[in-house]
């Protein structure tokens, strides 16, 4: 069965460094998802990305993120200077028809 | 503001055992309900998706339902197995914005043997 995967399932990074987490979302799928899970907290929803550009964003997500799909086939967030508070678990997912939607494992992030 | 509460905050059952799980929204305008469920460490899966017109939705143990005019919803999960044990989080979306997905604190829910 198709399904989101995401590299590395571990991160761990120094405060202002930049960091890009990786996301292959399932192939046929139209509408691309970033999402943060802070260690105890909700699960925030970030961003969404349809048709090669941003189509909404929470107010968690400012200039200090960017969102690429470079070749068709991964989806990235990059976290252009990272802070403490950026340590999270941050949730990929995609969709086909912007219903249903598909989440990948995550990846860890850890800034010290 | 919009807002999706859950209760209980955990809970632990024994195997074989059913339970549910209560979930208060104030979203609005309301599109759609979910409950997905997520294990320690790993993504949220989907359970039940329901529209504003549906008022009960099952996916095999898991029966989800939804009142739309007091904004509850519930997930029953009938005969408990150990596998269970994970969080269960409802989801609400927006009609005027149904790509952004608003999550509930989740439930803690354990099976013991």
């Known amino acids: 069965e198709p399904e989101v995967t995401q590299t590395p399932s571990h991160q761990v990074t120094q405060m202002g460094q930049e960091v890009i987490l990786r996301c292959v979302p399932i192939?046929?799928?139209?509408?691309f998802y970033w999402y943060r899970q802070i260690l105890g907290q909700k699960v925030e929803f970030l961003v969404s990305f349809y048709n090669n550009e941003i189509s909404e964003k929470s107010e968690i997500f400012d200039d200090q993120f960017s969102v690429e799909r470079p070749d068709g086939s991964n989806f990235t967030l990059k976290i252009r200077s990272t802070k403490l508070e950026d340590s999270a678990m941050y949730f990929c997912?995609?969709?086909?028809?912007?219903?249903?939607?598909?989440f990948g494992p995550g990846t860890r992030l850890t800034v010290t | 503001k919009n807002q999706v509460e859950q209760s209980p905050q955990s809970l632990i059952i024994l195997e074989g055992k059913n339970c549910t799980l209560q979930?208060?929204?104030?979203?609005?305008?309301?599109?759609?309900l979910r409950w997905y469920k997520q294990d320690t460490g790993r993504g949220p899966v989907s359970l039940t998706i329901m529209t504003f017109s549906e008022n009960t939705k099952s996916n095999g143990r898991y029966t989800a339902t939804l009142d739309a005019d007091t904004k509850q919803s519930s997930l029953h999960i009938t005969a408990s197995q150990l596998s269970d044990s994970a969080s269960y989080i409802c989801?609400?979306?927006?009609?005027?914005?149904?790509?952004?997905?608003?999550f509930g604190t989740g439930t803690r829910l354990q099976v013991f043997p």
């Open positions: 997912a995609s969709s086909d028809q912007g219903e249903e939607q598909y």
């Open positions: 979930c208060n929204y104030t979203v609005s305008p309301f599109s759609n």
């Open positions: 989801v609400v979306s927006l009609s005027y914005n149904t790509d952004k997905l608003i």
């Open positions: 192939s046929n799928h139209l509408y």
